[in-house]
């Protein structure tokens, strides 16, 4: 049976009594999508590239080609270090690697896409974070990361993973519901917690737009990584307490391409309206020595 | 990517910082390489409208000679490719150009070598590509199946000529796009394969009349 919604995915797991990423691993070897044995190859390669670009990035404060970033991550590991945070050592753990991914990326060094470039620290931060810190085995955190590819394809089937024609919601607000069902899968929580910490996260995230400044996958999309983990994070919080969206996850996707639709061109990556247009964006876009 | 796979959604592993615009960039330059398929000590690359405003910043210039280069999406010299040894022993020529009825990601790469050969394509997004013209020949190939590529002159009874050697050996044909060039009198055939062609049948086709060009393009891994 191929699987196309969250409910038949819920239906599906809760009747086998399956995990997601058993049940839509069965369902894409059923079809001749794909069989188990590449997804697994291609989740452990992409976990290990993963991985690397986090140790890369924490130790990097090369510039980007155009000169407006990198040394984020430096600063946000300096001032952890020396003051007092408001977060735990784990939420720190995920925002320093969302920064250390989200950085390397835009110095041109090796990431994975997930789902797509722009939003590339936000899964891997979450899952390796947690992972660090309580002792969850590599075999779990692969499973993590097909459940999370697991969302991202189900999304995908209503909306492209594109910035240019979904807006940000699509980039950094599906890695951010990927990277919350994966947490809540490692936490122990259950599949309708699991799907239902991705409608939680997709639903506060209706309406992001993509207006990168001087259209470069840089300002505002390496921050935007780092709160977009946290926000995982917030998702997963609610979902273990079982607090329920009243809206049902698929409904929220259906909202969420609806919005795609009606959003301006303008705001879906050409760079010609938002955050791009600001005066501060049209100048560094005067001065920018790239082209 | 209408029906994408977990694997589509969890990879590629590649340089960053763009999917369309770098990953894209290096799989147009590795297909257009395997299109080409000799020697070259030349190449041109003509960047279009976004790729021309904002190539530098997300490096499509490297990846696209990294491409040609024969690097994968992945590698990590991508980065500082003009300083390789392998970039070291062509020339290259970057161009970046506004036409508006062209592709937003739009390119042309035309190497000189063995032989002189425009090749165009586009950055479709997601780091998925199409190669679609070559010369003044349109064709369309995107890399994810083996394809048989052929530029012949057009006489009646070429495709199923073709279409009966490759099935011969069970290969399934997923796609089959014929184009006939300005003139009328020649023609291109793209054949996108669910297996793989043998050397006896590649041979046998290159033998039916008329054929100028003939390219087995192996498939791009993802
Ligand atoms: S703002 Fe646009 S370019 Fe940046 S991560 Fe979001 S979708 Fe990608």
Not at chain 1, 73 to 99: D, V, W
Not at chain 2, 158 to 170: A, G, R
Request: hydrophobic share 40%; proline share 3%; with cysteine.
């Amino acid at each position: 049976m191929r699987i196309t919604t969250f409910q038949e995915l819920e239906e599906v797991c809760l009747n086998r009594n399956k995990n997601i990423y058993e049940v839509m691993m069965t369902s894409e070897t059923q079809s001749g999508e794909n069989t188990e044995y590449h997804t697994r190859l291609q989740a452990t390669r992409s976990l290990f590239a993963m991985n690397n670009a986090i140790n890369v990035g924490l130790k990097s404060t090369e510039t980007s080609i155009s000169g407006m970033s990198g040394d984020n991550c430096a600063k946000l590991q300096e001032n952890f270090g020396k003051n007092k945070s408001l977060f735990t050592p784990t939420l720190q753990k995920i925002m320093t690697y969302a920064l250390a991914i989200s950085e390397e990326n835009v110095r041109m060094g090796t990431i994975v896409a997930c789902p797509t470039a722009g939003s590339c620290g936000i899964v891997p931060s979450v899952i390796i974070s947690y992972a660090q810190d309580n002792n969850i085995s590599q075999d779990e955190q692969i499973n993590a990361l097909i459940t999370a590819g697991a969302i991202g394809k189900i999304v995908a089937l209503k909306l492209p993973l594109a910035g240019a024609v979904g807006g940000c919601q699509a980039e950094c607000g599906v890695a951010s519901a990927m990277a919350s069902g994966a947490l809540t899968q490692m936490r122990g929580g259950n599949v309708s917690q699991i799907i239902n910490s991705v409608g939680l996260a997709l639903k506060n995230i209706l309406g992001l737009t993509c207006d990168p400044v001087c259209g470069l996958v840089e300002i505002p999309c390496i921050k935007r990584n780092a709160f977009f983990a946290i926000h995982a994070v917030t998702a997963s919080e609610l979902a273990m307490a079982d607090i329920v969206s009243m809206i049902p996850t698929d409904e929220i996707v259906d909202a969420m391409a609806q919005t795609a639709q009606l959003m301006s061109p303008l705001l879906k990556e050409s760079a010609k309206g938002g955050l791009a247009k600001t005066k501060t964006a049209i100048e560094l876009e005067r001065n920018k020595s790239m082209v | 990517m209408s029906n994408p796979t977990i694997i589509d959604i969890i990879s590629p592993i590649m340089a960053g910082p763009s999917s369309s615009h770098t990953a894209g960039a290096v799989r147009l330059g590795l297909l257009a390489r395997n299109v080409y398929n000799s020697n070259f000590d030349k190449v041109v690359f003509k960047l279009y409208n976004s790729y021309a405003q904002t190539g530098k910043g997300h490096g499509t210039d490297k990846g696209l000679l990294a491409g040609v280069l024969g690097f994968n999406v992945d590698d990590i010299r991508i980065k500082n490719i003009f300083d390789t040894p392998e970039a070291k022993k062509i020339k290259y020529v970057f161009e970046f150009l506004e036409v508006f009825n062209r592709h937003p990601n739009a390119v042309d790469i035309i190497f000189d070598g063995d032989l002189h050969l425009e090749i165009s394509g586009n950055s479709i997004g997601a780091g998925e590509i199409e190669i679609t013209g070559i010369n003044d020949y349109q064709i369309k190939i995107d890399g994810k199946y083996n394809t048989l590529l052929l530029i012949y002159g057009d006489e009646p009874g070429v495709i199923s000529h073709v279409t009966k050697i490759i099935q011969e050996n069970e290969v399934n044909i997923a796609f089959l796009h014929c184009c006939r060039n300005s003139s009328g009198e020649d023609a291109s055939m793209t054949v996108c394969l669910d297996g793989e062609l043998s050397n006896d049948q590649l041979k046998r086709i290159s033998k039916l009349n008329d054929m100028y060009i003939i390219r087995y393009i192996k498939k791009l891994e993802s």
